[in-house]
Nanobody, 121 residues
Framework: QVQLVESGGGLVQAGGSLRLSCAAS????????MGWYRQAPGKQRELVAT???????DYADSVKGRFAISRDNAKNTVYLQMNSLKPEDTAVYYC???????????????WGQGTQVTVSS
């Protein structure tokens, strides 16, 4: 069983910063891609940023230059540093671990429970 536990969400004023963390635990051999997605009320879940085990990153155009994703492979943890936050960044942010190789030799996809980020104007 693999679990993803997120932390770091909260309420911040526009222009402020937050840092999200997500730690994966369980019987894990490796995780290929870790990332963050978000879902605002009434909208579909969308990609925010992803990072491979080798450090290759990808960002949504809306967050490029403001957000930075990083990970600690030894700790199976991914971070999202969010700067210059805008009210439109308000959403529930979900951690994702994709192509997770477990001790059962299966490759699966996992999601965290989500953490609320609210940016006030």
């Amino acid at each position: 069983q693999v679990q993803l536990v997120e932390s770091g969400g909260g309420l911040v004023q526009a222009g402020g910063s937050l840092r999200l963390s997500c730690a994966a635990s369980g019987r894990i051999f490796s995780i290929n891609v870790m990332g963050w997605y978000r879902q605002a009320p009434g909208k579909q879940r969308e990609l925010v940023a992803t990072i491979t085990s080798g450090g290759t990153t990808d960002y949504a155009d809306s967050v490029k230059g403001r957000f930075a994703i990083s990970r600690d492979n030894a700790k199976n943890t991914v971070y999202l540093q969010m700067n210059s936050l805008k009210p439109e960044d308000t959403a529930v942010y979900y951690c994702n671990a994709n192509d997770v190789l477990t001790v059962t030799f299966r490759r699966e996809n996992y999601w965290g429970q989500g953490t609320q980020v609210t940016v006030s104007s």
